[in-house]
């Protein structure tokens, strides 16, 4: 798969397709407009795949729909009361709130 962006509610993530060190094959996040001068992001990868050669990714690929609504479930949980954005970026203002989505 390659590399696409998406947006949720104004904020821009870069799903990236990659390889774990033990040949799992997992999706890395890239929050190109979020904290840290968009360096923060997230790996996620399903359950139950097993690792390469043995799987021809068939069992552990997830779909671009999958993959939105991962980023989606992530961004809502940063966002809550108590969570990570509250906590570790409490400077970190939403996009929709900062009137663009470019940052």
């Not at 190109?32 to 992001?41: E, F, L, S, V």
């Not at 570790?88 to 929709?96: S, V």
Request: net charge negative; charged share 25%.
């Amino acid at each position: 798969m390659d590399d696409f962006e998406i947006s949720v509610d104004d904020e821009l993530l870069r799903i990236s397709e990659m390889y774990q060190p033990d040949g799992r094959l997992s999706y890395h996040c890239s929050w190109i407009n979020g904290p840290a001068d968009g360096t923060y992001g997230f790996t996620i990868a399903r359950r139950g795949g097993e690792a390469a050669p043995n799987d021809p990714d068939a069992a552990s690929r997830m779909s671009r729909e999958a993959l939105v609504e991962q980023a989606r479930s992530f961004l809502d949980s940063f966002y809550a009361a108590g969570g990570i954005g509250e906590e570790d970026f409490p400077d970190h203002i939403p996009a929709r709130m900062r009137g663009t989505s470019g940052g």
